[in-house]
């Protein structure tokens, strides 16, 4: 197991609809529009930690979702944005489309973040589709929708904690122990031909990668056993958990290997050897004699070294020393220096929708206007009523349908002609659509802003 590997679905807000409204208060046209735009909808973002170093906690949750935005409000307000949502991942985290094998993002440097899924934009409200001669659109456009893909996160797994001692301590079994890998266990040495890599969780978000390091002994460095070959696996290692046999059941002396052990790492690698070390005494389940194994402790301790009494068979004291391990994790997580850098990028859908309105065919004619002051009202080919009078026509030419006064003054004006009364006798219903010159409103039968 060196490769972590996990496959989410995340699905990223869809835009808010942008608002058809215009500003007037009752009666009378419309005022001018007022529909703000939507809100973005969020995105699905991953974002490295570098105090991460599995993707354990994508096991538990699968699914993403990040909000949709707001619709846009009357009044020209726009809706709020959705929010996005941020996923840690370690750094090395390789993010795949799992349909297309496209990569999407490769994310190194701590803090660098990369969109895997664009939350849709937002629709522009009908403040956006005022021209000439339509000044009172009726329509704003939708959201678009958010990317919804399945991801692939893919981590090359690094050890953080190496597991070193002579063979047959029981290192592997305590890989077994504290993690979902399953290393061949055996009690003749060399049984552990390769590192085997674990996944320990300690709790949520934080979990790392412990390995151990077979066949490491003496003469290692100049090619005796297996060590050689593997020592290279515990260069990138932060902690290392220094395993003895403390059954006294073997013919071993536990202190003396310890320090073989060491004098082999200082060998291969003096840094190596500098690494926060603890010590666990392992079979403490079979071992005849405590006082033996006090001794040992004691002496440990006496060489400043944090000690350890477990049986990685029965689990017993196997928490404590994971526990202790993690804090000497936390304390010696440094950095790696950005070197890649990659920018995330996303495949958003961009379509966008409006709708616009067709009337009806009727045609209800009435009296031509005479002069300035006289106005009439007909329905014309598309069902639109127009209201014809060149005093009117040109009191709107004159109105600023962006000035809340202005437009006010001109539903004073056109309430006190009568034109609302006319046109609601003659059978105009709220919503259709009312044409005075070159400026078309909605008749609006409602005290409502929609
Ligand atoms: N009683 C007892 N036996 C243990 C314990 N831990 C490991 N063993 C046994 O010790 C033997 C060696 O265990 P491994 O985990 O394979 O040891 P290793 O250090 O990985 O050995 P190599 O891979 O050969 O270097 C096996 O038979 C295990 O069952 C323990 O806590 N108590
Ligand atoms: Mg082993």
């Avoid at 409000?73 to 726009?78: C, F, L, P, T, V």
């Avoid at 001669?133 to 329509?139: D, E, S, Y």
């Avoid at 709790?203 to 003469?219: E, Y």
């Avoid at 290392?240 to 320090?259: C, K, N, Q, V, Y």
Wanted: proline share 5%.
């Amino acid at each position: 197991m060196f490769v972590d590997q996990v496959e989410i679905t995340v699905e990223a807000g869809a835009g808010g609809n942008g608002a058809a409204t215009f500003r007037r208060e009752k009666y009378v046209p419309r005022g001018g529009p007022s529909g703000g735009d939507g809100g973005c909808g969020g995105s699905i973002v991953l974002e490295v930690d570098p105090n991460l170093s599995t993707l354990l906690d994508f096991r538990f949750t699968r699914q993403y979702r990040a909000p949709r935005g707001e619709d846009g409000h009357s009044k020209k307000r726009a809706g709020r944005d959705g929010a996005d949502v941020i996923l840690r991942v370690p750094p090395g985290t390789v993010a795949t489309d799992a349909e297309t094998g496209e990569t999407i993002a490769d994310l190194v440097a701590s803090g660098q973040r990369a969109v895997i899924a664009q939350g849709g934009r937002g629709g522009r409200g009908n403040l956006h589709f005022t021209t000439s001669v339509r000044q009172a659109p009726k329509f704003a456009e939708l959201g678009e929708p958010g990317v919804h893909r399945r991801v692939r996160l893919d981590l090359k797994l690094v050890a953080d904690v190496g597991v070193i001692g002579m063979p047959s301590v029981g290192k592997s079994t305590l890989i077994a122990a504290t993690s979902a890998a399953r290393p061949k266990i055996a009690d003749y040495p060399f049984t552990t031909l390769v590192p085997n890599l674990g996944v320990v969780s300690v709790g949520p978000s934080q979990s790392f990668v412990m390995a151990d390091m077979p066949g490491l002994v003496p003469g290692a460095h100049r090619g005796v056993g297996l060590g050689d070959r593997f020592l290279r696996h515990i260069d990138r290692t932060r902690v290392l958990i220094h395993m003895l046999d403390a059954s006294g059941l073997t013919d071993r002396r536990p202190l003396e290997d310890f320090h073989a052990i060491n004098d082999e790492l200082r060998l291969y690698d003096p840094a190596l050897a500098e690494r926060p070390q603890v010590v666990a005494l392992n079979k403490i389940d079979i071992a005849s004699d405590a006082g033996a194994l006090q001794a040992l402790a004691s002496e440990l301790e006496h060489l400043g070294y944090q000690v350890f009494l477990i049986s990685a068979a029965t689990h017993v004291g196997v928490q404590p020393l994971i526990h202790s391990v993690w804090q000497l994790l936390r304390a010696h997580r440094t950095e790696e220096p950005p070197d890649v850098t990659a920018e995330g990028r996303s495949i958003a859908p961009r379509s966008r929708r409006g709708s616009d309105e067709q009337g009806s065919h009727q045609i209800i004619t009435g009296p031509l206007p005479a002069n300035d002051r006289a106005w009439s009202v007909r329905r014309d080919h598309t069902g639109a009523w127009v209201v014809e009078g060149r005093g009117l026509e040109r009191l709107v030419q004159r109105t600023d349908l962006g000035n809340e006064d202005a437009v006010q003054r001109l539903q004073q004006t056109l309430e006190r002609a009568g034109v609302h009364r006319k046109l609601r006798t003659m059978g105009a219903q709220h919503g259709d659509t009312v044409r005075i010159g070159d400026t078309e409103f909605t008749f609006d039968d409602e005290d409502l802003d929609r």
